[in-house]
């Protein structure tokens, strides 16, 4: 038998994101029609420009615990009647927080389209939120927080946003609060707070997927008649960041330890936000980056070393992380501001192309499907961007040389700056940050800031 000839490799052709039919309704409800031949599980999304400083002082959590009780029961469907009622329909439907908004995403088949949004809007408009529910999605919330933040990598993650982001924005705290703030929310704190801030002005709401020429209809039809005359004005901060610090979280006995270098950054606004995520890319973004290469293949120190960037709505927080055995910490900290610093060794044009090949390439995949182009429109408007960036940054990605990647770097990722997190047992590890160049502040894990 003969051996097939091996397809010819083309070249990828040229993508754009799909195109929106947008509408605004006399209420302020912005629809946007996102309309995709062949998807025929339809994502519904609504955004609502509910930033998380909406929250009254010292009242972290009310946020979240709206979230985890948005299937609860609305006043047509109360109680467990409208879990059931979205199941009839074949939906799938939740709701979730950020920085700079809150949001409610469904899923449905095309059939079921009409119930699924006349469902979101019951859950958005008239919802019970009894003090039961509330009460109890707060203790609920709250035991989850708790069981993330017992794990070295939990804690970590939350005391690099309290290590980086000036203490007095919110954005220092997670999107959750803690743990205590959590379990003092009752059903008055929540129902004043969605009053008071949910609304149709500044909302949008995404419809992705085939659907029929009535979807603009129905949207109407279930949204068209949302009021809300108290509906406060909203206020995005701008934060700021933290002088350089380090922190060594105490965990006794710990036989790893977690480990977050992070510099308060930039947002995707910035002109150098392409190079900074080139730059991330090749040092810590790919399996073969430098910081990966070297810790975890030559050195066997971690199972993987990785550089992100996490932008906010203004600023961002761009972070080393990994999880380290306890008795390597030292040198891998000694290890690791050679591996990061570019001013010494720049980027170089073969990382640049396969960060540049790994970005462009990989973008078209994450707005395969109808959910992936809901997300994706979601996470724009609420940075106060729209989907016009998606292009301009893959543009951008083809435009940056490796000098402007590594002039990103450079600048951002100061290996003279930053703050440090580990996160282990401090008695293992309070001499060799020391020797690595560090003067931690040792706290307890049950009190870490």
Known sequence: MSTPPRPAVVPPQPWDFPAARTTCLPNGLTVRLQHLPGQHVISIGLLLDVPLTSEPAGRDGLAQVWAASFTEGTQAHPGTSFADAVEDCGAVMEAGIGYSHVQALVDVPASGLAAALTLLAEAVITPTLTDADIERHGRLEAAHLTQQLATGSGLANAALRRAVVDPSFRASRGRAGWPDDLVGVAGPDVRAWRAATHGPRGAVLVISGEFGEDALALADAAFGSWTNPEQASVHHETPAGRPRAAYLIDRPGSVQADIRWGWFTIDRTDPRWAGLQLATNALGGAYLSRLNKVLREERGFSYGVSLTSAPLRSGGISYAYGSFRTEVVGEALALMPALIDVRQAPITEAELTRARDYLIGTTPLRYATAGGVTSGVLGLLAA??????????????????????????????????????????????????????????????????
């Open 384 to 449: 106060g961007l729209d989907t016009d960036h998606i292009g301009t940054q893959l543009a951008a990605y083809r435009a940056t040389s490796a000098d402007q990647a590594s002039a990103a770097a450079s600048a951002l990722l100061d290996v003279d700056a930053g703050s440090l997190v580990v996160v282990g047992d401090a008695s293992a590890l309070e001499q060799p940050l020391r020797d690595a160049g560090w003067d931690p502040q040792v706290r307890t894990a049950d009190r870490p800031w």
